[in-house]
Structure formats: structure tokens, C-alpha cells
């Protein structure tokens, strides 16, 4: 089944997105969230005109979100656990957003073990 014409201009901004995915996940500064990972790699979304972010689906506090990967820190350590475990799909972590420090955020992630 093809892209219809309504659909084009998606697939050439979006690329590689979901037509539809869930609501956007905000971690709250300094609350700790535990999440399941869906899916086994962060898709590439363009978020601007330049800006490209990874995105990837998510269980957390009972419902399917999105995880938009924007941050390079918080990239670097999803890439940590792919390389460990060669997908992410099943693994659960616990996720602390920090304070900023300078003009970065920083986010702690543990590993949750079964």
C-alpha cells in the first residue's frame, strides 16, 4: 500500500516517523520514572528544519508515551544499553531528570533488573 498524496508531505518532514504515536512523555525535574522500553530502537524525526531527535515508544506510569531523544546525554546512555543488550525492546529502566547544570540537563538511568 502506497503513501496517498495527503499523506506525502508527512513522509518527506517525518521521516521514518509513525503516522500516529502516543503523547509526548515530559519527565518532571528530580521525580524518578520507571520505563519499558517498546520498541528496539529510537526512530529518526526531524523536529525542525535542522534539528533531528530520536523517538521511541515507551511504557511508563501505566500508559504507551513517546520518548523524544533530543538530548545528546540522554542519547549516549540509551546508546549504552542498545549496545549492551543489542536492542531495547523489554528493558526497564529508571529514569531521574536532573537539574540543569550550565545549560544541559543530565538524567541518571539505572537499569532495573527482573
Not at 529502566?93 to 543530565?106: A, D, T
Request: net charge positive.
Amino acid at each position: 500500500m502506497g503513501v496517498t498524496l495527503s499523506e506525502k508531505w508527512f513522509e518527506e518532514v517525518f521521516k521514518g516517523a509513525k503516522k500516529e504515536f502516543p503523547k509526548e512523555f515530559n519527565p518532571e525535574i528530580c521525580k524518578s520514572y520507571e520505563i519499558e522500553f517498546l520498541e528496539n530502537e529510537p526512530r529518526k524525526v526531524a523536529i525542525s528544519k535542522t534539528r533531528y531527535a530520536g523517538v521511541i515508544e515507551i511504557h511508563v506510569n501505566g500508559e504507551r508515551r513517546s520518548l523524544f531523544i533530543s538530548r545528546q546525554y540522554l542519547g549516549q546512555k540509551i546508546v549504552e544499553l542498545q549496545k549492551k543488550h543489542r536492542k531495547l525492546m523489554g528493558i526497564r529502566i529508571k529514569l531521574h531528570l536532573l537539574p540543569k547544570v550550565k545549560k544541559y540537563y543530565e538524567y541518571e538511568i539505572e537499569e532495573i533488573d527482573d
